[in-house]
């Protein structure tokens, strides 16, 4: 554990994951629909999507790796703490459905998926 | 009639054969995060590696001879030393990227671990760099390499703001949420790519193995002028549809999956069937160049027999070098770093090597005692010039570009 130097580099820290979290969920997404729409074959899907669940793993360990240095941005650190750890189930759940090739996961994923990388890129401008 | 047809596909093959792992990754990484605001860097890229690819090339018709084998004998041996040193380092840096671009090509087509397609991909570039004769491994890449056009059609099938990308490519600009350092950094890494070391050294050497005279200079250059432009719009392309796709939604590119993905989005299935053609004729044509640059440089600096052109028991030494360069980038590859990482260090790299590569053929291409009456003419002399003026900057905002913006962060 390190802390951050100060509110505004903890901050920084913050956009820079929830960034990086809204670019993985999108790019699973934007695999998903073109899998659905038979746009790309499986396993360059599966490939992709496979990518950003691993991409999102290192981001969730860096950001939490950095200790809040005031009360507030303890508050921070669980926001986008839960958020990363949600955007993480849910790749996680778009690769299950994708290899087990079910068309009604997947369309539920696209979903909260589009509806996960909305909230973490407000949240990252509300900060910006 | 023959030699219409030895200039379309030279020039077809230079089209195909220009993109490399280095051009994909960075312009696909910068299209997403710039727009098209640095296609002026490309543009640049592309006039320098056309002025210093024509000097060789001319060198090596004229002389008969490749670019290392005289930079020792014109500059001795301690500059010659310098510029193996430098020129080889980056060489081998890209070939080990080449490799893994070709093993995550074939993960995308195959969803097989790329880890596992490195040793067999290490092992199919040897055995074609030692059996497949030079003509063959040239063209039947380059042309494969074509399949990349693609991105141009997507950007057409994508139907996008013609007008703004215009405006992004004629008004540089630095995006609100980047900072001029990393902008100047990226510009740094695009410059990299598009003007590879490997590339001149490649053209020059491949012009002593097909035998070139100076009755070729006219079908050198066209493949120069006209084929290297043309293969630099194909990285403008992969670059203008990641801004199209990928800008606007705030995603980071850095998979090679990501860069083809707006193909099957435009084109569907074989639009992706076309680019994972693509992406292999590519990464593993350049693997087969750069695997060939750095036989090239060592044995041509070292006085060796080298070459396609000859029996490989007769080049027994370059072909040991091409051996074990293929075993060391397997061995780097296996201890798991990211090839997509090692390729965007290798395109900054190759910029800082850029000075000690293209000052010394500026020198012998203007040495009448090799060049004769081909000498370097004032054009060629003052785009040289300025060229190294360039890449010196380049060559010297390039390390503590990458210190200070945490490598593009």
């Not at chain 1, 990086?20 to 360059?44: C, F, G, H, M």
């Not at chain 1, 860096?62 to 703490?81: H, I, M, Y």
């Not at chain 2, 051009?23 to 002026?40: E, K, Y």
């Not at chain 2, 969803?111 to 040793?119: A, D, H, K």
Request: overall charge negative.
């Amino acid at each position: 554990m390190a802390p951050a130097l100060d509110s505004g580099a903890f901050q920084r820290n913050a956009i820079h994951a929830l960034d990086s979290a809204v670019s993985d969920t999108r790019t699973s997404a934007l695999a998903l629909q073109n899998y659905l729409a038979a746009r790309v074959p499986r396993p360059y899907a599966d490939t992709v999507v496979t990518e950003s669940e691993d991409a999102i793993g290192p981001v969730e360990d860096s950001f939490g790796a950095v200790d809040p240095p005031s009360p507030s941005d303890k508050r921070l650190r669980d926001e986008v703490g839960a958020l990363l750890s949600d955007a993480g189930d849910e790749l996680a759940a778009a690769r299950i459905a994708l290899r087990r090739n079910d068309p009604a996961e997947m369309m539920q994923s696209v979903k909260t998926l589009r509806g996960l990388a909305e909230r973490m890129e407000q949240r990252s401008e509300g900060l910006s | 009639m023959k030699k219409l047809f030895a200039i379309a596909l030279g020039i077809l093959t230079a089209i195909g054969g220009f993109v490399d792992i280095g051009d994909l990754v960075t312009n696909g990484l910068v299209g997403a995060r710039f727009g098209l605001s640095l296609v002026w860097v490309v543009l640049l890229g592309i006039i320098g590696i056309c002025v210093f690819a024509e000097m060789s090339g001319r060198v090596a018709a004229v002389s008969g001879r490749a670019t290392f084998d005289l930079v020792r004998e014109r500059l001795g041996p301690r500059v010659g030393l310098l510029n193996l040193f430098a020129s080889m380092a980056v060489t081998l840096l890209t070939f080990i990227a080449e490799i893994g671009g070709v093993a995550l090509a074939l993960q995308l087509a195959t969803r097989v671990n790329p880890y596992l397609w490195i040793p067999v991909v290490g092992a199919a570039v040897w055995i074609v760099l030692w059996r497949v004769k030079f003509a063959v491994l040239e063209n039947a890449f380059g042309l494969a390499g074509l399949a990349l056009v693609v991105f141009a059609v997507t950007l057409w099938k994508l139907d996008p703001d013609w007008a703004d990308l215009w405006r992004q490519a004629s008004r540089p600009f630095v995006p609100h949420d980047e900072s001029h350092t990393t902008y100047f950094y990226y510009a740094v890494a695009l410059f990299g790519a598009a003007m590879t070391p490997y590339e001149v050294f490649f053209f020059s050497s491949g012009g002593v193995e097909e035998g070139w005279t100076s009755d070729d200079l006219g079908t050198m250059r066209a493949n120069v002028f006209i084929g290297f432009p043309l293969g630099g719009l194909l990285s403008v392309a992969i670059a203008a549809v990641a801004a199209v796709v990928y800008l606007p939604q705030g995603v980071e590119v850095d998979t090679l999956g990501q860069i083809g993905m707006p193909v099957g989005q435009a084109l569907g299935v074989l639009g992706i069937a076309l680019v994972l053609l693509g992406f292999f004729a590519a990464t593993f044509g350049a693997a087969c160049e750069t695997g060939l640059s750095v036989g090239y440089s060592i044995a041509q600096y070292l006085g060796w027999q080298w070459g396609k052109f000859v029996a490989p028991l007769k080049a027994a030494r370059f072909h040991s070098v091409v051996l074990l360069s293929a075993v060391v980038a397997v061995g780097v590859l296996l201890t798991t770093i990211d090839p997509i990482m090692l390729t965007e260090y290798s395109v900054v790299f190759s910029a800082v090597a850029l000075p000690l590569t293209y000052f010394p053929i500026l020198v012998v291409a203007n040495d009448r005692t090799y060049m004769g009456r081909d000498v370097n003419g004032r054009l060629a002399n003052t785009l040289g010039t300025v060229y190294l003026v360039v890449v010196l900057v380049a060559a010297v905002a390039a390390i503590p570009l990458m210190i200070v913006t945490k490598a593009g962060q």
